[in-house]
């Protein structure tokens, strides 16, 4: 299993930016996609997962991010509007193999590389 993280950068506060994560390996129907964040002098936190039949939120981005996956590409969007400098991380896209998500770092067995935002006040 491989996961690629990309999208990140440099916006404004109030901006959007759309984060992809291709998968390779796995069977969509199988995993969770989840994705997380590390700020910097910060430990890991969960944002948002999806699987092909429901999809999460970590009550902070509720309202301003959207996950979606598309099985066809093997692929796990995150779209994230109305960002906050709070939202300075960096984003990883990380895959559990089973039908349940979770929101744990340990329950999730492959990691990408992490892809960086940064949003400037």
């Known amino acids: 299993v491989q996961l690629q993280a990309s999208g990140g950068g440099l916006v404004q506060a109030g901006g959007s930016l759309r984060l992809s994560c291709a998968a390779s390996g796995l069977a969509f129907d199988d995993y969770v996609i989840g994705w997380f964040r590390q700020a910097p002098g910060e430990g890991r936190e969960f944002v948002s997962a999806?699987?092909?039949?429901?999809?999460y939120y970590a009550d902070f981005v509720k309202g301003r991010f959207t996950i979606s996956g598309d099985s066809a590409e093997n692929m796990v969007y995150l779209q994230m509007n109305s960002l906050q400098p709070e939202d300075t991380a960096v984003y990883y896209c990380?895959?559990?193999?089973?039908?349940?998500?979770?929101?744990?770092?340990?329950?999730?067995?492959?990691w990408g590389q992490g892809t960086e935002v940064t949003v400037s006040s």
């Open positions: 999806w699987t092909t039949s429901q999809t």
């Open positions: 990380a895959a559990r193999p089973s039908p349940s998500i979770a929101t744990r770092g340990y329950a999730y067995n492959y």
